[in-house]
């Protein structure tokens, strides 16, 4: 389980998607690794994990998920990818603000390029 976490801006830059539903993929930051369980939430788990959770109850599989390493400014470089993803951005989700309009590999390679 994960102890420590950033300060903010620090932290980790993640992308989530589900692999039967193409054109809707999440990229975030969290001060906390997004992936690995930590003492800061309930049993250790965060939002992603309650989201995979509920879509094997309902046979879906798994997440695809995928975090960056530690980044000083985390927050700024997902800041950065928002507005150049703005055009993208899906709009028929509620009101996030971190779901887009491409596959996962993409936001991976995009996150890379500022990581």
């Not at 990229?27 to 309930?42: A, D, L, N, R, T």
């Not at 049993?43 to 000083?72: C, I, M, Q, T, V």
């Not at 899906?90 to 390679?109: L, M, N, P, Y």
Request: aromatic share 14%.
């Amino acid at each position: 389980m994960i102890t420590i976490g950033g300060q903010p801006p620090g932290g980790w830059v993640y992308v989530a998607s589900h692999p039967l539903t193409s054109g809707f993929t999440k990229i975030g930051y969290s001060k906390w690794h997004p992936i690995e369980p930590c003492f800061q939430y309930q049993n250790g788990f965060k939002r992603l994990h309650h989201l995979e959770f509920s879509l094997r109850a309902f046979g879906f599989g798994p997440l695809e998920k995928w975090a960056s390493d530690f980044h000083e400014d985390a927050s700024g470089i997902e800041k950065i990818i928002r507005k150049r993803l703005a055009l993208v951005r899906r709009t028929d989700v509620g009101t996030s603000r971190e779901i887009f309009d491409i596959s996962h590999d993409e936001a991976v390679d995009l996150v890379k390029e500022y990581i």
